[in-house]
């Protein structure tokens, strides 16, 4: 699992290749009757907004710790709970800590906005649709709702625990050290 894991962080373009496959399936599921094209065509780009905003987080993330495989390493340490031992990667993973821990800041309004649209959504169906759809809907909404909230909680466990331990460093080398821009994404 972790090679496939690996893999997929350094083809991103795979990513969202499979995104689109299983977002077409989704589609195509809830309603069928459409050609397989032209929703496949609908879901690339719908989602085009989404993608531009990945691709530049993660070019950002690339050029503030030094690189693909810098950044491949350092969110492997991270999944893995383990702190770099090197001052430089130290460093570096401080700086995509504070950086990832300032992007979740707005996390409960993002929740609730997601929540109102979820529930929107699901209100809407409920109006127009059979009640097996509404109840489906219904079912993927609250079932998407409680993995991001699942999922972002696991993530900004593990963004705390490990600023944490890269704070604690080694003797003589204070968080004086850190840079600017580390102190300005500081949460």
Not at 46 to 56: D, P, Q
Not at 108 to 123: D, E, I, S
């Amino acid at each position: 699992m972790e090679r496939i894991d690996e893999y997929f962080s350094r083809h991103l373009w795979l990513q969202f290749a499979v995104a689109w496959v299983v977002a077409t399936g989704l589609v195509l599921a809830v309603f069928p009757g459409h050609s397989v094209l032209g929703v496949l065509i609908r879901v690339v780009l719908c989602s085009a907004v989404g993608i531009g905003s990945a691709l530049r987080r993660r070019h950002r993330e690339e050029r503030a710790v030094g690189g693909t495989d810098s950044l491949l390493h350092l969110n492997h340490l991270l999944r893995k709970g383990e702190a770099p031992s090197d001052p430089r990667q130290r460093q570096a993973m401080r700086e995509l800590v504070d950086r990832r821990l300032h992007r979740v800041r707005h996390r409960k309004a993002a929740l609730v906005g997601m929540a109102v649209l979820l529930g929107g959504t699901t209100a809407m169906a409920a109006s127009i649709a059979s009640p097996v759809r509404s109840i489906a809907y219904g079912a993927y909404a609250a079932f998407f709702f409680v993995y991001l909230y699942f999922v972002g909680r696991l993530g900004i466990t593990r963004l705390r625990r490990m600023r944490r331990m890269v704070a604690d460093e080694d003797p003589g080398v204070g968080t004086a050290g850190a840079s600017d821009e580390s102190r300005r994404f500081a949460a």
